[in-house]
């Protein structure tokens, strides 16, 4: 099966290294125009360079309403429109038991992890996918399916966005199809601590598919949750990336 993109305007936030790289790359293959971007302008051009034809940058930052709404903008006024938003970037400045995370921390997880994922949707859909439909694909986290002793807080605002994830795509539909990916342990700087050295290697071990995830991974099933003609039917669900973590997970 050809998935194309052809004609297609995205948009990724976090876009300059990691899952949001390898997605706007994917989606570029396939056709589309992307639109990248994140905090640092430098990390944004590389990736568009390198990309290449079709590719543009706009850096801005995830959490603030006026970087949103000027990327959103730029990406609707350059690039002739907007189809496919990809709420990609994420946070996760705290690692500990729930009980005892400091508030700044859990406000910064929440405001980016949920709160901006929610924004960018909204100028998306004002801007572009009121009009001429599309589809929003938000990354989640296996995080979000389970407890952690270490990472409770940020699969807490993941949980929040697959619930966010259902409530817009009802609210939405039917032009706009809204769904998720949740993965499990990406090799991506964002994620190194968790799976670098002999701790990755055991982890993998766990995994049935006997490795950790990569981020094309995650751009494929993005590409899939892009296309209207292969995923047409779909919106409001949560498609899970884990090596079947979760279904082998020892039960209590």
């Known amino acids: 099966m050809d998935f ?47 990309i290449g034809a079709g590719a543009d940058f706009e850096p801005g930052n995830i959490g603030s309403s006026e970087d949103a709404e000027r990327v959103v903008g730029a990406t609707v006024e350059r690039l002739g429109g907007l189809d496919l938003l990809v709420n990609n970037a994420a946070t996760n400045p705290y690692a ?27 100028l998306a859909w004002r801007a572009a996918l009121k009009q001429s439909g599309g589809a929003v694909i938000n990354i989640s986290s296996v995080g979000g399916l389970s407890t952690s002793p270490i990472i409770g807080v940020y699969g807490i ?52 598919l006997k ?18 003609e292969h995923c047409g039917w779909t919106t409001g669900q949560t498609l899970v990336l884990d090596g079947g973590g979760l279904v082998s997970s020892p039960k209590a």
């Open 96 to 122: 500990g038991p729930t009980i005892d995370v400091d508030l700044p921390r859990w406000n910064k997880t929440l405001q980016i992890n949920l709160t901006a994922p929610l924004l960018w949707t909204q």
């Open 157 to 208: 605002t993941k949980s929040a966005l697959i619930h966010l994830t259902r409530q817009l795509a009802v609210e939405l539909a039917p032009g706009v199809r809204v769904n998720a990916i949740a993965p499990g342990l990406i090799r991506t700087d964002f994620a190194r601590a968790l799976w670098e050295g002999e701790r990755g290697d055991q982890i993998a071990e766990i995994y049935p």
């Open 4 to 50: 194309r993109l052809d004609g297609k305007v995205a948009l990724i936030t976090g876009g300059s290294r990691g899952i949001g790289r390898a997605i706007a790359r994917t989606f570029a293959e396939a056709g589309a125009r992307v639109m990248i971007s994140s905090r640092k302008a430098d990390n944004c051009r590389k990736v568009a360079e390198e």
């Open 211 to 228: 490795r950790l995830g990569e981020p094309e991974d995650v751009a494929a099933a993005a590409l899939y949750l892009a296309s209207a």
